[in-house]
């Protein structure tokens, strides 16, 4: 039933939202549905951690480890980017905003249902096309600036990631081809599963290859992350948060799975293509954020770095490096979406996005500054943090499994990734030179930022029992 | 191949399927805006037809459902959906700005033609279906070239057509190589196709009303310097 719930209160918060009610509480019946919507992920996940798995309408609904740990960081971010909407995005629409206001929490609620269903749903077809709807709902969210830089990064967005999806679902297809031969009707993962060793590799690999690429577009593997920089430096900050911090994560809900399927399957070997395309996209993105100038898109590109990390980890393989990526899930998402309210709140103050104008924020505006250092510790990767503690034991796990070559590479991008941050971070915070007087930053976004710095904080040191036994259902949910 | 069990069938499918693969040529060719969208209108009804013969076929009802849901949405709702959320001027018939010329266009789709075939056949050799060896390369020559007509497009439209146009390589390929197609196919055909086109379609307008173009292809402010 919660999972149901889960998925009713977004529409019910849609509705109102657009509806002439809208202009009055949209932004409040958000957050309230919001919140509730995290108190009833938090309350799956517990249940899930204990391994357990869900079901729910009939065996519509479904949520194992893994989809209970996305769900709940979905859930999260959702609740936390919506108390950030409600200041910012009534600065930003400006006077003639009532209208644009009911738009943006219609579609704010809609994007977030899409992202919600993505876990629990349990036919893998109705996955892809929730997966493919992220992308059509967060579209106008992307472009809700109206800027020519906005318009621009939308259209990108939109055709790139659903022609990636038209490739996945290809992929999908030849794989419920797969399944069917092998005599197994259920298109679940668990069907798959157990459909794996007798599927004639012929099919999947194809499928595997074209779910890896087209559903690798959305997370924005290297070389098909063109459009990611744009779309997440472009959008309005808590959609940023949203895009970046959880919506390539839902999406690497979809590609994960499939190590475990293919591994099953005689003579397939997923790793080296997991390592290849997140060694390249941790590669390419490092070198990118030494040299970018727009402090938005250095944080898109450090979500590239990221998400190459995990899919590195997911192929080195083992327990330690499943933990490792289940974690970099979960860290990545709070460190994330936290830069972004940071980075929020920067443009909110002083008006621009280039790292070179921003030079010693902390005498202009401190709370903006201090929230951009942390942020970029957290992003970066410095001890106790989260990211920190996932690094480690993805390496770790690469050790203990003799794969030094991917160790010391992943390690090198790591440190330079950390530099590059902390360095950009470090000057456009303390860096000599003026930045002009701040504006006042409204009093939600400021508890955003309190409010999503208590786990980035502390969930490096302390992980409460109940998540660690979730990140290990996730990790086993992995194949690890 | 001569143990067909629907030997008519099978011959007016091939034919369907040559169709097919003209249409999606036609779509990289054409110099108009409107002429991409007739051929679109065109590819679907193949698609259709596809559809009904294997239905008759297999006796599978899901291939009916496909046959009728892409009639409406393709033939009917979508070229609907594109006129009254893109401008006028859009549709105005001209000369499309391309990345390309069109016979190096042509030339590079004929290798793409060539590469679905060289991965559909192993494919085939491991897995006969009756009418996969029509439908399954087709479809994926279909789908790289509705690909390569987005990245040598420069106009709005055009790019969402060749969008579309992949869509369709994949359903060709589709109905033959899982004819008792999952909801997925019918979902994705009736919802997913037709938002694909509202949204596209309204972004083209505000860029439109924004820009004063819609040569998506020239825009270009955001990148690394």
């Known amino acids: 039933m919660e999972l ?76 936390t980017a919506a108390l950030f909407s409600w200041g910012y995005i009534r600065r930003r629409a400006g006077s003639a905003g009532a209208r644009k206001l009911r738009h943006y929490y219609g579609l704010y609620n809609l994007f977030i249902l899409s992202m919600l269903a993505v876990p629990i749903l349990a036919n893998v077809a109705l996955m892809w096309v929730a997966v493919e709807l992220t ?38 297809l030849i794989l419920y081809w797969g399944s069917r031969v092998a005599g197994y009707e259920p298109f679940t993962w668990v069907g798959l599963v157990e459909a794996a060793p007798k599927m004639p590799p012929a099919l999947l690999w194809p499928a595997f290859l074209l779910i890896l690429v087209g559903f690798g577009t959305k997370v924005g593997l290297v070389p098909m992350h063109t459009w990611l920089p744009d779309a997440h430096s472009q959008a309005p900050a808590p959609i940023c948060a949203l895009l970046s911090g959880v919506e390539t994560t839902t999406v690497l809900y979809v590609i994960l799975p499939l190590f475990p399927v293919i591994r099953l399957a005689p003579g397939l070997d997923a790793r080296p293509w997991f390592v290849g395309f997140g060694l390249t996209s941790a590669g390419i993105a490092t070198l990118l954020l030494i040299f970018v100038r727009d402090f938005k898109r250095m944080f898109a590109y450090s979500t590239v770095e990221h ?124 860096g000599a030179g003026g930045t002009a007087a701040a504006l006042a930053v409204p009093p939600s976004c400021k508890a955003t930022v309190v409010l999503a710095a208590i786990p980035l904080l502390v969930i490096g040191v302390y992980v409460p029992s109940p998540l660690h036994a979730l990140l290990t259902a996730a990790a086993k949910a992995m194949g690890g | 191949m001569n143990s067909q069990p629907f030997p008519l069938l099978f011959a007016l499918d091939a034919l369907t399927g040559a169709l097919f693969l003209l249409t999606a040529l036609g779509v990289v060719a054409t110099r108009q805006v409107l002429a991409s969208l007739q051929l679109f209108i065109l590819q679907s009804l193949l698609l259709t037809i596809s559809a009904v013969l294997l239905g008759i076929a297999t006796g599978s009802q899901h291939l009916f459902a496909v046959a009728a849901i892409t009639i409406a949405t393709k033939t009917l709702l979508i070229p609907w959906l594109l006129r009254h959320t893109v401008s006028a001027e859009v549709y105005r018939t001209r000369e499309i700005e391309r990345v390309l010329n069109i016979p190096s266009s042509l030339l590079l789709a004929a290798g793409l033609i060539v590469l679905a075939y060289a991965i559909a056949n192993p494919i085939l050799a491991a897995v006969d279906v009756p009418f996969g060896r029509i439908n399954l390369p087709l479809g994926m020559a279909a789908f790289f070239l509705g690909a390569f007509t987005i990245t040598v497009r420069r106009e709005a439209v055009p790019q969402l057509l060749g969008l579309l146009a992949v869509e369709n390589g994949v359903f060709f390929a589709g109905i033959a190589i899982v004819p008792n197609l999952p909801v997925i196919a019918e979902l994705a055909a009736a919802v997913d196709v037709p938002v694909i086109t509202l949204v596209v379609g309204l972004l083209t307008r505000r860029i439109h009303a924004r820009l004063g173009t819609t040569a998506v292809g020239g825009l270009a402010a955001l990148r690394e310097h």
């Not at chain 1, 579209?139 to 990108?156: Q, R, S």
């Open chain 1, 4 to 79: 149901a719930a889960i998925l009713l209160l977004p529409v019910l918060a849609s509705a109102i939202s657009l509806s002439p009610l809208g202009r009055y509480i949209a932004a409040p019946a958000t957050f309230v549905a919001m919140a509730a919507v995290l108190a009833l992920a938090i309350g799956v996940a517990a249940t899930a951690a204990q391994p357990g798995r869900i079901d729910s309408l009939g065996d519509w609904l479904t949520c194992d480890g893994l989809g209970a740990l996305v769900l709940l960081l979905v859930a999260f971010v959702g609740f």
């Open chain 1, 135 to 172: 992308t059509l709902l967060s579209a106008f969210l992307v472009g809700f600036e109206d800027t020519p830089e906005a318009l621009e990064a939308a259209w990108k967005y939109v055709v790139l990631t659903t022609l990636g999806a038209v490739f996945a679902l290809l992929g999908f």
């Open chain 1, 307 to 430: 998400m190459g990390i995990i899919l590195v980890a997911a192929g080195i393989g083992g327990a330690d490096a499943h933990l490792g990526a289940a974690y970099q899930m979960t860290g990545h998402a709070i460190a994330k979406s936290f830069c972004f309210f940071a980075a929020g709140i920067t443009v909110l103050a002083i008006g621009t996005q280039e790292i070179a104008a921003v030079r010693g924020l902390v005498r202009a505006s401190p709370i903006a500054a201090f929230a951009l250092v942390l942020g970029g510790f957290g992003i970066a990767g410095a001890p106790p943090l989260a990211v920190f503690v996932s690094e480690f034991l993805i390496l770790k796990g690469g050790l203990a499994s003799g794969q030094y070559v991917t160790v010391g590479l992943l390690a090198v991008f790591v440190v330079i990734a950390f530099c590059a941050v902390m360095l950009h971070v470090n000057r456009m915070a303390f």
